[in-house]
């Protein structure tokens, strides 16, 4: 395979030298496929989670009892219509001061968060049993299957059921393809965390261009059935995969060599050399001291993206502006959108601008949210840009405690355990995530029940 870098090794770690391949020079171009690998699996693996965040206003406004099919909330004629309509008839729901649907949007971040929580929380401990290819395909169906039965959802419980599923490709897709690094340099961490910045950015542009050029909810949830498609590619075309990677075997030699000492080396030489110990063969109290050691990166990131979703899911809907062109329901979309570009530019700086303290970022993210929710209680904020200037800067915050998190735990983690550590620690957004959709939904309903 061109451009891989086998390394030189004694005899005793082989049991059959004639299997091994001769030692190449590492190449750029093998360098290069791998990055640009990464960054479209790191696009891919959260499109189907953005594309489910950016549609929630029009999925519980489809569900409403007044409310339209998915088809028709992108018509242009229902835009024009609900862009004269009267605050008074604009506010369906209810007769708050607020617009509001019955159901707050936390309520599709929960279901798009919750499996993803359960998946991380376990998967250290049983995720190694699994083939990577494995695992990949899984993530590949399940987000097909998410854009599939949200777009022809006819309830609720189907909308969410849909969402679900593209948790778990998420969820199972970043504690992967995280893992996963550790075969390759360093360098891919980053370019995976500005390929899930990417995802925001792309995932939100998209939804928003394509319902504002016309085209219905469902069928914009229909076009992106290529995402799962680009991942596949991505994955088992793009990247230049390592002959090391767990692959499941009969027990017993394979090719000569024994199945129980697999070769753990990464593709390219680097920062990220590794010894044979594999992430599976930790104690687990060698597991618990990885995870106490990572908990100071996994605190404050979690601390980050509490704050950062309770003003999503908790705030957006509530942050809405009847003295502009734009319907309620097109500032919903505008503010993902906004955000998810913070956020990818954030995610693509960490060689520019790395960040140790974390903690610095949540105390920020902190000074957002209270600032904002003030602004939901009182009313004071005199125009829309304000809030879209402040919800950009959100996202820078969120996007750099993210990959400054990942990037710090892949350069101080031992060899052996930085498999270990990158996938434990990936519990942290997705903790503060589900945590600020718990809280968030009491909060939209208070609001929504003020007169």
């Known amino acids: 395979m061109q451009g891989v870098n086998w390394r030189r090794h004694s005899d005793s770690d082989w049991e059959d030298e004639v299997d091994r391949p001769p030692p190449v020079s590492p190449s750029r171009g093998s360098h290069w496929r791998n990055s640009a690998g990464f960054w479209l699996l790191g696009l891919c693996n959260n499109f189907a989670y953005v594309i489910m965040l950016s549609a929630a206003h029009d999925i519980l406004q489809k569900q409403e009892p007044n409310g339209t099919s998915l088809d028709d909330l992108g018509s242009k004629d229902k835009l024009v219509k609900a862009a004269t309509m009267s605050p008074e008839a604009e506010n369906t729901s209810n007769s708050s001061r607020y617009d509001c649907n019955r159901v707050s949007t936390a309520a599709i971040l929960l279901a798009d968060i919750l499996p993803t929580l359960l998946i991380k929380f376990t998967a250290p401990f049983y995720i190694h049993l699994l083939p990577y290819h494995f695992r990949v395909t899984l993530c590949i169906l399940t987000a097909a299957g998410s854009f599939l039965i949200v777009s022809f959802s006819t309830g609720i419980v189907m909308s969410i059921s849909g969402v679900v599923f593209a948790s778990v490709s998420s969820g199972l897709g970043e504690v992967t393809f995280l893992s996963l690094t550790s075969f390759f340099h360093s360098d891919v961490v980053s370019w995976w965390s500005s390929g899930t910045g990417g995802a925001g950015i792309f995932g939100a542009l998209s ?32 990247l230049i995969q390592p002959p090391s990677l767990p692959k499941w075997r009969r027990p017993g030699a394979v090719h000569g060599r024994s199945a129980a000492k697999p070769d753990r080396r990464p593709l390219m030489g680097g920062a990220t050399s590794r010894t044979d110990k594999q992430a599976s063969n930790l104690t687990l109290q060698e597991k618990w001291n990885v995870i106490k050691w990572v908990l100071k990166y996994m605190i404050p990131l979690a601390l980050v993206y509490f704050a950062e979703y309770f003003i999503n899911q908790g705030l957006f809907e509530l942050l809405y502006f009847k003295n502009t062109a734009l319907t309620h ?6 503010y993902q959108m906004l955000y998810q570009s913070g956020v990818f530019v954030s995610r693509s700086s960490v ?101």
């Open 207 to 238: 939804y928003l261009g394509l319902t504002w050029a016309g085209l219905s909810p469902r069928n914009t949830l229909l076009v992106m059935l290529l995402i799962p498609i680009l991942l596949l590619v991505s994955y088992f075309c793009v």
């Open 329 to 334: 329901a097109e500032q919903y979309r505008w």
């Open 351 to 451: 060689r520019c601008l790395p960040v140790r303290r974390i903690w610095i970022l949540a105390f920020l993210q902190f000074v957002n949210m209270f600032f904002l929710l003030a602004a939901v209680y009182y009313l004071f904020l005199p125009s829309i840009y304000i809030v879209m200037a402040i919800i950009v800067y959100e996202g820078l915050l969120g996007g750099a405690g993210y990959v400054n998190t990942f990037n710090n735990i892949s350069q101080e983690s031992s060899d052996e355990h930085r498999e270990f550590a990158m996938s434990a620690a990936c519990v942290a957004d997705t903790l503060g995530i589900s945590l600020s959709g718990i809280v968030a939904i009491p909060v939209h309903g208070y609001f929504c029940g003020l007169l």
